[in-house]
């Protein structure tokens, strides 16, 4: 047998596995394998099918990501698992609907109905749009990895996961469209675009935007404990004053490859968090004020552990969606704090 000349495509990790086709005399016939298990030999003695051009053709490669999937230059799709992911989808988009209905939408119902931009805008201190982006830009990245997973090309997953963020986020838009006490939301139509936009532009610009993460954390508020909530909220996503909305840098992913190889391994994962939250907006959410923090963080999925099971390293990389209590210091009205804070 003899192997053919290869393109080869650099992405999220320098784990690079081509697949190219041999021919194996034996069998007289192509078959698509992987270059580790075989040893070129001279190329004069390789006998080309009549079918094949006579000269080395790309065929494919799979690159493996961080997040346990592969980045393929060609889609080759498994439709059993492609048919599974969108059944999932379409199970759990109809779940989290009807739990929706019966925490929010059995209120008062009317026409389609738009809310003043700058009225909603101002709203929570932006809590409320700075989770409309971080929603929008998970469910993107997660669909990503799906379609990744069930054989579509890298840039056509980057494409339909950013599309599937958005689509997820427009039909609660429409949802509130239609009930009186809220209304379609330009400005969180506005968030959710930058969320998948986010995500759109970071994985076709990895070296500049791939050591950027947004993350989130919550403890349940004093406000929610003491019911100061003009209306009890239903659930940590309402609890705008127990959350936290962060976007971490990892030095890390940005140093030259020469500092990269006398870097030590354990202080690979940490990066600097930069957070948002708000206080006293639980009985007025016009009023209150902001909180910053800056902190430290861990990059979940650059500690060495699990790397050789794709499904621990998609594990990982949700679980890094989460910022853990670590060193933080928080600025706000109310004066400076240290501490570990989640």
Known sequence: MSTLNFAQNSYHSNKFSPKFFYYDKADDHLTLNSLSNYSPIDQSQF????????????????????????????????????????????????????????IW??????????????????????????????????????????YRWAGFSGNTSVWLGALSGWIWTLQIEISDAFMAEWGFSWGDMLANTLGSGFYLLQQFNYDLLGGIHPKFSWHKSDAWKEDRYYRDPQGLIED???????????????????????????LAPLGIAFGHGAKNIASNPWGGHKEIFVGLDVDIRKIPIGDDWDFFKFLKSELNFIRLPLPTVRFSKSGTWFGFYF
């Open 47 to 102: 006998q080309y099918p009549f079918n094949v051009a006579q000269k080395p053709t790309f065929v494919n490669s799979e690159l493996s990501l961080n997040d346990g999937t592969y980045w393929r230059k060609n889609s080759d799709i498994n439709f059993l698992k492609l048919s599974s992911i969108l059944g999932a989808m379409a199970t759990v988009d109809l779940v989290a609907y009807m739990a929706q209905r019966e």
């Open 240 to 266: 705008y004053e127990g959350m936290t909305f962060w976007i971490t840098v990892n030095p890390h992913h940005y140093f030259p490859e020469s500092w990269k190889d006398s870097y030590p391994e354990w």
């Open 105 to 146: 939408y059995k209120e008062e119902t009317t026409v389609f109905h738009t809310l003043d931009f700058v009225n909603d805008w101002n709203k929570f201190q932006q809590m409320d749009k700075i989770g409309h982006f971080t929603d929008a830009y998970f469910t993107s990245d997660l669909a990503g990895k799906l």
